[in-house]
């Protein structure tokens, strides 16, 4: 019986440790940063009334700035393994998406949605004429898929606020999960058009 009850419970057992190892990030995890910093960073870009939408990052803009810090900086606050595990998040970085179900304030419109808004070689402004007339709004925010310490207490996010061709701004940034809450400790990039 006992032989049974053990080739019974080895391959949850084994399921569970592959669940909590180091070297994968939840959604659970991902979705908290992602979050906190849409409830609590975001409102502060657009006090417009109303849905408000956001989408995936432009990620090979964040990543590069990324990158770099983690690169070239003495002082990171990240260790050797943690830079190694970003790296690694990196590569799956690109191909991320919001996943509506998990996104609790605002709704996700996809890149690709975006981009068939846009035709190659036009002026931007037709663009966001496009936007507003099928969203009903000039606006909408970005956000990168977080990239997690080895110990998924701090987190690297890129996000902005997008409301016309010269007009948005963006953070790089690093936040630390302290007592259950995170909090953000350092900015790594800005940018404002």
């Known amino acids: 019986m006992r ?13 569970c440790s592959k669940n909590n190892n180091s070297d994968t990030v939840s959604e659970e995890d991902i979705y908290s940063i992602l979050n906190f910093v849409i409830s609590t960073e975001l409102p502060r870009f657009s006090s417009t009334p109303g849905k408000s939408y956001i989408t995936e ?3 090979n803009f964040s990543l590069s ?10 002082d990171s606050l990240f260790n050797k393994k943690d830079i ?21 304030s605002k709704t996700v419109i996809s890149f690709d949605s975006l ?16 936007f507003s007339k099928k969203y009903g709004k000039h606006e909408y925010f970005s956000i990168s898929k977080p990239l997690f310490s080895v110990d998924k207490k ?23 999960l302290v007592n259950e809450k995170w909090i953000r400790i350092k900015t790594i990039e800005t940018w404002v058009s």
């Not at 032989?3 to 399921?15: E, Q, R, T, V, W």
């Not at 190694?84 to 609790?104: C, G, S």
């Not at 068939?116 to 402004?125: F, I, P, Q, V, Y």
Request: aromatic share 16%; proline share 2%; glycine share 6%.
């Open 84 to 104: 190694e595990f970003i790296h690694q998040q990196m590569e799956d970085a690109v191909d991320f998406k919001l996943n509506q179900n998990f996104i609790k």
């Open 57 to 59: 990052s432009f990620t």
């Open 115 to 130: 981009m068939k808004l846009r035709n190659k070689g036009e002026r931007t402004w037709k663009f966001w004429e496009r």
């Open 65 to 74: 700035s990324q990158e770099e810090y983690l690169d070239n900086n003495p």
């Open 154 to 176: 701090t987190a690297i996010v890129s996000y902005g606020f997008h409301c016309g061709s010269l007009c948005g701004e963006g953070l790089t940034e690093i936040y630390r």
């Open 3 to 15: 032989k049974i009850l053990y080739i019974l419970l080895f391959p949850l057992i084994i399921n």
